[in-house]
């Protein structure tokens, strides 16, 4: 049998010894995988910096006018502001579209600038913030749209609390929320939320509604379950009140409730 002796010139040789290895398929996803956790992590910091944002605006707040009027002028200003929240509050979906979310949150972003000029606007400024936060947390990144986990969320938390106490020198927790509603009795009784208590709920759905909760991540969050219903698209899931956020029903799926509620205290001495 004939062979070629055909040799490749000398320039092919070189251009072929100077060319880099070519990836590959493996090494190309490895890296699209490393740019997609940089952006997500990179978004998960700046969710930590907003929620600071917000966060030291409120307490900044709550500290001022605590300095400045009495319990029962700040609580009669308070009534009066929840009043006018309420009324803003208009019926609508009980999902919004993240653009509707974030148009939202642009609003109260605008509300956060004010130059207080008395201390209802003070208590409007706190509203505000406090309702930027929740928003942000639970209607923006909590949007069945993102794909954030919950551990996500609680990395979002721990960067606020890591900036709250880095610029106030302080090792103590912010003042907290304010509590819209009341969910809780004032002096709860409380035990932690055992692995068996998971695996109940889990089999059996039902069990969880009508049982609240204290949440300890960062601030002191009060939830309530409210009803169980399986959703068309979202599957099984649970409408949720949170004392910091009024009358209003939070959505989220049995899986997300499940891991919010095995980090809080289950609340044991409910009104029946």
């Known amino acids: 049998m004939h062979r070629s002796t055909t040799r490749p010139s000398k320039s092919a040789r070189r251009s072929a010894a100077a060319a880099p290895p070519s990836r590959t398929r493996a090494q190309v996803a490895i890296s699209r995988q490393s740019r997609r956790e940089a952006a997500k992590q990179h978004e998960l910091e700046q969710f930590g910096r907003t929620y600071y944002k917000y966060l030291q605006l409120f307490e900044d ?4 006018i605590r300095q400045q009027y009495t319990t029962e002028e700040i609580m009669a200003a308070y009534d009066r502001e929840y009043e006018i929240a309420s009324a803003e509050q208009k019926p609508g979906p009980t999902i919004l579209t993240v653009e509707e979310v974030r148009h939202n ?3 109260l972003a605008a509300r956060c600038e004010m130059i207080p000029k008395s201390l209802d606007h003070c208590i409007r400024m ?4 406090s ?6 947390m639970d209607h ?3 949007h069945p749209s993102q794909s954030y986990t919950f551990k996500d969320r609680c990395y979002v938390l721990y960067l606020a609390n890591k900036l709250f106490r880095e610029n106030n020198g302080q090792p103590s927790a912010p003042t907290g929320l304010p509590r819209l509603i009341k969910l809780i009795p004032d002096v709860p009784t409380t035990r932690g939320v055992t692995p068996a208590d998971i695996k109940r709920w889990g089999s059996k759905p039902d069990d969880l509604t009508r049982k609240a ?9 009060v939830f309530f379950v409210v009803d169980y219903a399986v959703k068309r698209h979202r ?3 649970y409408d949720v009140q949170f004392e910091d956020t009024g009358t209003e029903e939070l959505t989220f799926t049995a899986k997300q409730l499940l891991e919010m509620v095995a980090n809080a205290e289950l609340v044991t001495n409910m009104d029946s």
């Open 61 to 64: 707040i709550s500290v001022s």
């Open 105 to 107: 949150l642009a609003a």
């Open 126 to 129: 706190g509203f505000a913030a």
């Open 131 to 136: 309702t930027y936060i929740h928003t942000m």
């Open 140 to 142: 923006l990144i909590g």
């Open 213 to 221: 909760f204290i949440s300890e991540e960062i601030l002191r969050r």
């Open 235 to 237: 599957g099984p899931c």
